[in-house]
């Protein structure tokens, strides 16, 4: 039986997963194509070093996704697409602030350069990574 949180059902770890990669395909169908289009090639961009920069554009992406999607869909173009949506853990209302969605999603972006984040949502009993811990979170199914 799947766990429940303030009337809601938690999001699954698969689902979650799968969200965050299509919306990772999406993403990155439309980052490359700008990035080919301006003279870069997709080798090159994959054969640099992590590079403080890179750090920037990550905070910069997240702020920006945040900011546009949490308002229009309580989460990102991931949850949209597989009918989920991001709740405060504490209350149970959603978390459809442009500032907040940025903060979580520019947290999300960043913390992603580390593993033990990513791989957080592997043993926590709500389904949660360590951006959802800190920005006090839950993802659930609409």
Known sequence: MRKKAHGYTIASKGDRLAATLVEGIIFGVVFFGG???FGGSFKEFFIDDLEPIDV???VVYGIVVGAIFYPLFSGNLGHRIFNLKVISAKTG???NKAESGAIRECLKSVL???FIP???ILWDKNN???YDKLT???VVYK
């Open 35 to 37: 990035f080919e289009i």
């Open 56 to 58: 920037v554009y990550s």
């Open 93 to 95: 209302a959603d978390f």
């Open 112 to 114: 992603s350069y580390l």
């Open 118 to 120: 990513i791989i957080w």
């Open 128 to 130: 949660q990574n360590l």
């Open 136 to 138: 006090k979170t839950l």
